[in-house]
């Protein structure tokens, strides 16, 4: 990016001289102070009209923290239809506690901006504040559906697999292997082309804070390098001692526990994830674990001691029943049209009473939506006509497949809905 002061520099004003001496050119300050905020202003009301016209819109907030140690809180907006992410806010309150309250704040005011009724999801990471400000967001408005994001719960589930004590003594040589080749320029150089030479295309990588699975591409890293560093070593090019008994076999172990877990959150970053996508994709890294520990002697498994297996099951399952307690990600599984039946999936599928369920308290969280009015929060006459409607829907606890007519809506609710995994430009 060109910052606006570059305008003031005498070689520029000469450039424009040349091509037009007719030309006058801004100052930088001008351009900065005047255009790009007028500009901006004009884009940001653009979009909240764009977006006010738009239905099943998704809410999208993340933290982070500038160069500058100032803390800034983004918010998206995304429209279903075509999958585009408009921000809404950067919200700065360095001086200000994070609190959901304050949150709250923020997000109610673009809400309200907008239309609330126009919204159908909320998501953000599960930080304590984040996940208490969605709370109270679906509390103020019942129609509005709050989901985690994915992309993070899965990553932490991978990092819980990393902090293991089995793996502890590789991803510490891994890091210094990391490290080293970060702040030598000298080996830096010599493997770089070394990985020229014998078509490895990615050199090493350093474990970062913000990359999701982070230690998986360095791991991967380091482990198609290592031929190439043991190479520099034996010709007395580096002078280095890596002992590499059992390390080569611990970085390949977790590189094969942990390859599921970054390959699902490539996929959910898509913009047309949805709900169902989660659950199966879930499904998908359950089913490679199970395969692995399954086939853990062979060729084809992990190779890993029982005790750790039972760890990393441990871990998955806390994670897959954290992330599940919310029925929304089943419901969205058994909407997909890819995955629908004639039959009556109750006496086959359990579950598909439960999905079921959910969908049709979600109808009448639905239908008392309103334009004007919050829901149940009227006259007396209108909470108890509100409550009988919303009771009447909680009673009909039949399957889905015996109520078609609902089944559209809820699609669209439910599916077409886009979940925005957060993944927000580097603040720099």
């Not at 360095?94 to 919204?119: Q, Y």
């Not at 399952?317 to 929304?328: L, S, T, Y």
Request: hydrophobic residues 40%; charged residues 15%; neutral net charge.
């Amino acid at each position: 990016m060109i910052p606006p002061s570059a305008v003031d520099c005498l070689r520029w004003r000469d450039f424009v001289a040349a091509l037009d001496g007719n030309v006058n050119t801004a100052s930088g300050s001008t351009i900065s102070d005047n255009f790009v905020t007028t500009e901006a202003a004009y884009i940001r009301k653009e979009s909240v009209k764009l977006l006010s016209q738009s239905d099943n819109l998704t809410l999208s907030y993340d933290g982070g923290t500038t160069r500058g140690h100032e803390s800034v809180y983004t918010v998206h907006a995304t429209i279903p239809s075509t999958r585009d992410a408009h921000l809404l806010d950067g919200n700065e309150a360095s001086g200000v506690s994070h609190t959901a309250e304050h949150l709250c704040s923020v997000l109610n005011k673009h809400l309200r901006e907008i239309g609330p009724e126009n919204f159908s999801c909320i998501v953000s990471d599960n930080a304590g504040n984040t996940r208490a400000a969605r709370t109270l967001i679906e509390q103020e408005y019942p129609w509005i559906i709050s989901l985690q994001d994915a992309c993070h719960h899965q990553s932490n589930a991978a990092k819980d697999i990393g902090q293991l004590l089995y793996f502890q003594l590789c991803i510490s040589k891994m890091k210094s292997i990391s490290t080293h080749f970060h702040t030598s320029t000298f080996a830096a150089r010599h493997l770089s082309a070394l990985c020229v030479t014998h078509n490895v295309s990615e050199n090493i990588v350093a474990v970062g804070n913000t990359r999701f699975v982070s230690h998986f591409y360095a791991a991967r890293s380091v482990l198609n390098c290592l031929p190439l560093i043991l190479q520099l070593i034996s010709s007395e090019v580096l002078d280095l001692s890596l002992v590499i008994d059992h390390f080569t076999v611990e970085l390949r172990q977790l590189c094969t526990i942990l390859e599921p877990f970054p390959r699902s959150i490539k996929c959910l970053e898509s913009s047309h994830s949805t709900p169902a996508d989660v659950y199966l994709f879930w499904l998908a890294i359950i089913a490679r674990l199970h395969e692995l520990f399954k086939h853990n002697s062979t060729i084809n498994g992990a190779g890993l001691p029982k005790e750790v297996m039972k760890e990393i099951t441990g871990i998955v399952n806390g994670r897959h029943q954290e992330m599940f307690q919310n029925p929304v990600y089943l419901a969205g599984f058994f909407l997909d049209i890819h995955l629908t039946s004639d039959h009556d999936l109750r006496r086959l599928l359990p579950a598909y009473t439960l999905a079921g369920t959910y969908l049709v308290r979600l109808l009448g969280r639905l239908y008392n939506k309103t334009q004007t009015l919050r829901p149940f929060h009227t006259t007396q006459a209108g909470k108890i006509s509100k409550r009988h409607s919303t009771a009447s829907f909680s009673r009909s606890r039949v399957g889905l497949a015996h109520s078609r007519s609902v089944l559209p809506v809820l699609r669209q609710t439910v599916n077409t809905g886009k979940i925005l995994f957060l993944c927000h430009p580097q603040i720099s």
